[in-house]
C-alpha cells in the first residue's frame, strides 16, 4: 500500500506563508495525481489543489492566486505553497495521492492532515 506522510503544518498569522509537504512511500510503481484537501471543524473535506505526475495544476477558487502546488517525481512529493493566508484558510490540510503499485493495482490513500492555524 501506500503511506503519506505530512509536515509543514503549524501557527501563523494573518498573512504569512506556510509551506506543507507530503511524502509517499510503499509499494509504489508510479505516482499519478496528487493533491491537497482541508477540512475545518464542522465542514466537510474540501478540494484544494491538484497537480499530475505531467506538472498539470487546479486549483479551488478559494486559493487561485495565493496557493502554489508542485511535486518532485524522483522523491513522490507533493507540496503546498501557502501565501496571504487568511484566518479563514485555517484547517486539517489532508494529502491524497492516486498510486500504481508494484502489483499494478491502483490505489487512493490519504495522509493523517496537518493543522494549519491562521491567526487574525
Known amino acids: 500500500q501506500v503511506q503519506l506522510v505530512e509536515a509543514g503544518g503549524g501557527l501563523v498569522q494573518a498573512g504569512g506563508s506556510l509551506r506543507l509537504s507530503c511524502a509517499a512511500s510503499?509499494?509504489?510503481?508510479?505516482?499519478?495525481?496528487m493533491g491537497w484537501y482541508r477540512q475545518s471543524p464542522g465542514k466537510q473535506r474540501d478540494f484544494i489543489a491538484a497537480?499530475?505526475?505531467?506538472?498539470?495544476?487546479t486549483y479551488a477558487d478559494s486559493v487561485k492566486g495565493r496557493f502554489t502546488i508542485s511535486r518532485d517525481n524522483a522523491k513522490n512529493t507533493v507540496y503546498l505553497q501557502m501565501n496571504s493566508l487568511k484566518p479563514e484558510d485555517t484547517a486539517v490540510y489532508y494529502c491524497n495521492a492516486e498510486a500504481t503499485l508494484t502489483s499494478r493495482s491502483t490505489v487512493s490513500s490519504w495522509g493523517k492532515g496537518t493543522l494549519v492555524t491562521v491567526s487574525s
Open positions: 510503499g509499494s509504489i510503481f508510479s505516482v499519478n495525481a
Open positions: 497537480i499530475t505526475s505531467g506538472g498539470f495544476t
